[in-house]
Nanobody, 125 residues
Framework: QVQLAESGGGLVQAGGSLRLSCEAS????????MGWFRQAPGKEREFVAA????????DYADSVKGRFSISRDNAKRTVYLQMNSLKPEDTAVYYC??????????????????WGQGTQVTVSS
């Protein structure tokens, strides 16, 4: 069973930055993509960003493009989400997820099989 552990969430002011981390319990191979999703109160879980483990290809939701950056460290089995210029509407629980290679670009939570417990990000105005 794959376990994913997010960290780095917190409370920040609008315009501030946070870096989220997600560490996997096992080695992530080129078969998979790592993604970040978020869920705000009263809203559906939505795609944020994803990266292919082998090539580092990335995909971003339009709402975060230019502000967020996803990256990975193979040796540390960790994927990061650098969040800059945070807005109040970014407030949500952020989840790390792993899916098959073909999930990249689909932006669907249904394509990801393994999920972390989530980390809260709150952006104040």
């Amino acid at each position: 069973q794959v376990q994913l552990a997010e960290s780095g969430g917190g409370l920040v002011q609008a315009g501030g930055s946070l870096r989220l981390s997600c560490e996997a319990s096992d080695r992530t191979s080129s078969r998979y993509v790592m993604g970040w999703f978020r869920q705000a109160p009263g809203k559906e879980r939505e795609f944020v960003a994803a990266i292919s483990w082998s090539e580092g290809r990335t995909d971003y939701a339009d709402s975060v493009k230019g502000r967020f950056s996803i990256s990975r460290d193979n040796a540390k089995r960790t994927v990061y989400l650098q969040m800059n210029s945070l807005k109040p509407e970014d407030t949500a629980v952020y989840y790390c997820a792993r899916g098959p290679y073909y999930a990249l670009g689909s932006r669907s939570y249904a394509g990801y099989a393994y999920w972390g417990q989530g980390t809260q990000v709150t952006v104040s105005s």
